[in-house]
């Protein structure tokens, strides 16, 4: 076989009669259900084939330290390292271009080719990597225990950009403050955003320290400067930016999808006391640039072509969308059915060797905007995106107290506290609580994958 075929394209037959594949020509091809989405496809990575995050199906991409950082690809409790695939000639019969971007030490030369490079590279690491591989003795030596490795940051983010799509959250938060009119009238026309803070976003594992602020009680006449007393975590999903778009030049909402590389887990610490008071008149500022953390591994779109779900059901009486954020196509395939947990491991409970517990879980199909809403949006007055921007849903909710999705909701303002096993009760985030974040995707006649944990813990 030449290096540069594919052993995953005879497995086409084996995909379900009537999958997408056969019936969905029309569609872009990182949505389009393929080979390697199989079911039935197995690696030689024997940990891949155990239920666990990192199948086979999976292939996510991230970077690990080294001398230089290099670029990975989970597969079970294994990285198979880009560049030394890449100097090997593995990848062989890919562009060019293809190849120098694996070599590089983070992805955002990768992500700027796009889909038409993305799906022939996936192919080609499902070949490297399937049972059975003539390739194997090659490969073998290019894997590192993911135990060993030292996750870094997977792009260069220059730009992140938060939203507020949930709109179980917006209105679970609003009628904590606005009891009669808990959602503002404009919520359910315009995808409501803010521009965060690139600098300090951290990955998975990197303490978070409390950050000191202006708040002011409700009976004070004038406000304090101290630490924060409301520290609070936000269950998000995030996702980065593939190729972007020339300044001035929207990019519209049938093409949102194909400028989408992948989803991350993302945890958006807010100090709620710090932002209750400097919120107004124009929005978070500090309650929310001190850190915000990322899961290492980025899952890419077409790994989660199976999983894609119709938008959410706006209630009857809910505007459409407006013209440039509706497609019949978004509104089919626009959601991603992920379910969503969040635990809590307390210092005492870790010292007690007490399994974090877990606080919620939720699904993104419960976002009221799609991710190409969100870029579309985000695009329209002719904002240019660039290659690893991040773009972030804000705290995924659903209808059920089980799903709320920070500890604002789900302690009702403090007012509620939360039973911890060791006796302890939270209202809001202590000093050396460890907040973890996991993400998975299921559904019938599929392979499960994962996302991963994005952990921090309280400094």
């Known amino acids: 076989m030449a290096p540069g075929d594919s052993g995953c394209k005879a497995l086409c037959r084996c995909m379900p009669a009537g999958s997408l594949a056969a019936k969905s020509g029309h569609l872009e091809p990182f949505s389009v259900l393929n080979a390697t989405h199989d079911p039935t496809l197995s690696s030689w990575v024997e940990s891949a084939n155990l239920l666990g995050d990192f199948p086979i199906q999976n292939l996510p991409f991230g970077v690990f330290r080294g001398n230089p950082d290099a670029i990975g690809v989970a597969i079970g409790d294994r990285i198979l390292d880009l560049g030394r695939t890449a100097q090997a000639g593995l990848l062989a019969g890919l562009a060019p271009s293809t190849i120098e971007a694996c070599s590089a030490s983070v992805l955002n030369q990768l992500m700027a080719l796009g889909p038409r490079h993305w799906a022939p590279l996936r192919r080609r690491i499902c070949d490297l990597l399937r049972a059975g591989s003539e390739y194997q003795a090659a490969v073998e030596p290019l894997l590192v225990p993911m135990n060993d490795a030292i996750m870094a940051p997977p792009a260069m983010i220059r730009d992140y950009t938060d939203f507020y799509a949930s709109i179980h959250h917006a209105t679970n938060v609003g009628r904590l403050f606005r009891p009669n009119d808990p959602l503002l009238p404009n919520y359910r026309y315009v995808p409501i955003g803010y521009h965060g803070r690139a600098s300090s976003i951290v990955v998975s594992g990197t303490a978070v320290h409390r950050p000191s602020g202006q708040s002011k009680d409700a009976a004070a006449q004038a406000p304090v400067f101290g630490p924060s007393r409301s520290l609070d ?158 773009l972030a849903s804000g705290t995924v909710s659903g209808p059920l107290p089980e799903e709320r999705g920070c500890l604002l909701e789900l302690t009702q303002r403090g007012a509620e506290p939360i039973d911890l096993p060791t006796g302890e009760t939270r209202k809001f985030l202590e000093d050396g609580d460890e907040v973890v974040l996991r993400g998975y995707c299921e559904r019938e006649g599929f392979t499960r994958i994962g996302f991963g944990e994005c952990r921090g813990i309280v400094g």
Request: aromatic share 10%; charged share 20%; proline share 8%.
């Open 233 to 390: 975590y936000e269950l998000e999903v995030g996702f980065f930016v593939g190729h972007g778009n020339e300044l001035g030049q929207p990019i519209p909402i049938a093409e949102a999808g194909s400028h989408i590389f992948g989803l991350c887990l993302l945890n958006d610490w807010s100090a709620r006391d710090i932002q209750s008071w400097e919120y107004q008149p124009l929005g978070p500022f500090l309650a929310k640039s001190f850190a915000t953390t990322i899961s290492p591994w980025i899952v890419t779109m077409e790994a989660l072509a199976p999983f894609r779900a119709p938008a959410f059901q706006r209630p009857e009486g809910d505007p459409e969308p407006l013209p440039y954020l509706r497609s019949e196509e978004d509104r089919e395939r626009g959601g991603i059915d992920l379910t969503l947990e969040v635990h809590i491991a307390s210092r005492r409970m870790r010292e007690s060797g007490i399994q974090p517990m877990r606080l919620s879980k939720g699904n993104s199909r419960n976002l009221y905007w799609t991710l190409a809403q969100l870029l579309t949006h985000h695009s329209s007055n002719g904002c240019n995106l660039q290659p690893g921007d991040l």
